[in-house]
């Protein structure tokens, strides 16, 4: 896929950028003093490929560029899949060429934002292959790692789920707390209508077919079926379609669960475990030159 730019893709993101900055002063903000004592600087040149140890949704390969070059502009990047690719065991990622030290110094934070990545994209091919045949999508949560919303955000797009809010400027949805401290269901809905910019629409979470009346009642455009079973879906979702609201689902669901909510009726169904729990996978870097 040729050569990369420093700052291509979500890189150039200035607060992506930031991150990485961060993320390199953390591991190199004493220096290596490893690749010094034995390398010195004026080192041997390697060629170092990085490769999946295990099938994987690639993803991050651009910030995995952005770090080998921010440690030094001069080592040749060679990307050989795009983000969003289904990888083999044993497939080849990226190939960096330069200074032995360099390309050592910048090795654990590209393999770290990598593998991060590369776990959340993968897990989130997991839960898309998961409702296939079904008129639901997947969506995330802004239960993302600090700093790294944007990131992982991508990564769940590059595994085939979709994005909800991305903070809490980008979307009316009113949770327990917002109706516990109005009073009501139907009084935080009223007061949202009264108040929201006319382009957003209101969700609001309802945890039972009285509540979810209510918002109904109350004009809401959108409602989070939270914690309910799929029969407790089924029936709620056909109370709200006949009104033309759409129906979300959160709570607990799982890869084992979340077929038979797609199937109850769900638009969409809100996931946190793609970000807050999906597992780095394994990915390696080895030096064979």
Do not use: W
Request: with cysteine.
């Amino acid at each position: 896929m040729g050569n990369s730019s420093v700052l291509c893709g979500l890189a150039a993101i200035p607060a992506v950028r930031r991150l990485i900055e961060l993320a390199l002063d953390e591991d190199l903000g004493r220096g290596d003093v490893t690749s010094q004592v034995t390398l010195g600087s004026r080192g041997p040149h390697v060629v170092a490929d990085m490769n999946a140890r295990e099938p994987i949704v690639a993803f991050g390969l651009d910030v995995a560029a952005a770090v080998f070059h921010l440690v030094d502009p001069r080592i040749e990047l060679e990307l050989h899949v795009a983000d969003g690719a289904r990888v083999d065991r044993g497939g080849l990622l990226l190939t960096a060429r330069g200074a032995a030290h360099t390309v050592l110094a910048a090795e654990r934070t590209a393999l770290n934002f990598t593998q991060r990545l590369s776990g959340v994209a993968t897990l989130s091919k997991r839960y898309a292959d998961a409702v296939i045949g079904t008129k639901a999508r997947v969506v995330d949560t802004r239960k993302t790692t600090p700093g790294f919303r944007v990131l992982e955000k991508a990564a769940v797009l590059a595994g085939g789920c979709s994005n909800h809010r991305f903070d809490l400027g980008s979307g009316i949805l009113i949770k327990d707390n917002h109706i516990a401290a109005c009073g009501s269901v139907r009084s935080a809905v009223e007061a949202a209508k009264a108040r929201a910019p006319h382009p957003l629409r209101i969700e609001v979470e309802v945890t039972n077919l009285g509540e979810l009346d209510e918002a109904l009642a109350a004009g809401a455009e959108i409602v989070l079926l939270d914690n309910m079973t799929p029969s407790q879906v089924e029936v709620a979702a056909a109370r709200a379609h006949s009104r033309g609201v759409i129906v979300e689902v959160s709570g607990g669901i799982t890869l084992a669960t979340i077929g038979d909510y797609a199937r109850a009726g769900a638009d969409l169904i809100s996931v946190g475990a793609l970000t807050h729990s999906a597992p780095s996978v394994d990915i390696g870097l080895d030096v064979r030159s």
